[in-house]
């Protein structure tokens, strides 16, 4: 048997590793808090849970420390960018996304991200600088002629943003927006055709009875440029059955009735129109003119 000197002897290096392991922990817990790296890593790690549950100041402070850590690091001022943007501060938001960008220049994605935004505040301009490049490092990025269509759309170049548009949905075909924008784009050209097709495309990737109210209003502010009052009716009411009661909805709803000669039914939408915004000068105009016996003025 042993003796308890023995005893002791074969179990101080146990005893050793288990009184070390807490100070283990310790220097190691110490060593990963001086380690820029890992310490915006975990804030960043942090930041992003908090975007996903909404908590965007909590986000903000996290990850404005994470790039405070690592000021290299573009996946985090990304996801500032995120945060600002979320939290109403554009500004700041957008020249983040654009220093994310510029800290990782083979990114596509980060280009689209800062071209966006910079959409988004009006710089049409620098948004099309951030597309041009998306599209250079990775041309078969739908987003980024997204991107390209929409900023040539709003620098007044139609043409450009229609190609552009279109070259997208070859890359991401069922692109809702990009749908909606080419819809939009041709029927201020008259092409009326050409915006029911993109219309009816973007109601197809709808189950019947989900469609949105913004792509029926569409349909029938189409088929009422085409003629077809009707048809129209049958989309606004369609529209407004989907929660689009809003005094433009029902003032399109007025005209078309007023087109297809129901005038009693042209005032009452008129007149809901107005109940909903009672200073929505269109529907004033028209129910001034359907007072008097006129008819629509037709688009």
Not at 178 to 197: C, D, F, I, K, P
Request: one cysteine or more.
């Amino acid at each position: 048997m042993p003796s308890r000197v023995a005893s002791f002897r074969m179990l101080s290096p146990l005893l050793a590793l288990i009184l070390l392991a807490p100070g283990c922990r310790m220097i190691r817990a110490r060593h990963a808090a001086a380690d820029p790296e890992a310490q915006s890593r975990e804030l960043s790690r942090q930041g992003v849970s908090a975007l996903e549950l909404g908590a965007w100041d909590r986000a903000e402070l996290l990850l404005r420390r994470a790039a405070e850590a690592m000021p290299t690091d573009a996946d985090s001022r990304r996801h500032l960018a995120e945060a600002l943007w979320r939290s109403g501060q554009t500004d700041e938001a957008v020249e983040q996304a654009r220093t994310a960008s510029s800290l990782d220049p083979y990114d596509a994605r980060l280009a689209i991200v800062a071209g966006e935004m910079l959409l988004a505040t009006g710089d049409a301009d620098a948004a099309l600088e951030q597309a041009n490049r998306a599209i250079g490092l990775d041309s078969s990025l739908a987003e980024a002629w997204a991107l390209r269509g929409r900023a040539h759309r709003q620098l007044g170049e139609p043409d450009r943003a229609l190609a552009d548009l279109q070259r997208c949905l070859t890359h991401g075909p069922g692109d809702c927006g990009v749908l909606n924008e080419l819809a939009q784009l041709h029927q201020s050209r008259g092409e009326h055709q050409r915006a029911l097709t993109a219309v009816h495309q973007w109601l197809d990737a709808y189950t019947p009875g989900a469609e949105p109210a913004e792509a029926l209003v569409l349909e029938g502010e189409t088929y009422l440029a085409m003629g077809r009052p009707k048809m129209a009716v049958d989309s606004l009411h369609a529209a407004l059955e989907r929660g689009g009661v809003d005094a433009p909805t029902l003032y399109v709803l007025a005209e078309c009735e007023a087109a297809a000669g129901r005038y009693p039914q042209a005032v009452s939408a008129v007149q809901q129109a107005l109940a909903e915004d009672a200073s929505h000068e269109p529907s004033r105009a028209l129910l001034a003119r359907l007072s008097t016996g006129q008819g629509p003025t037709l688009r």
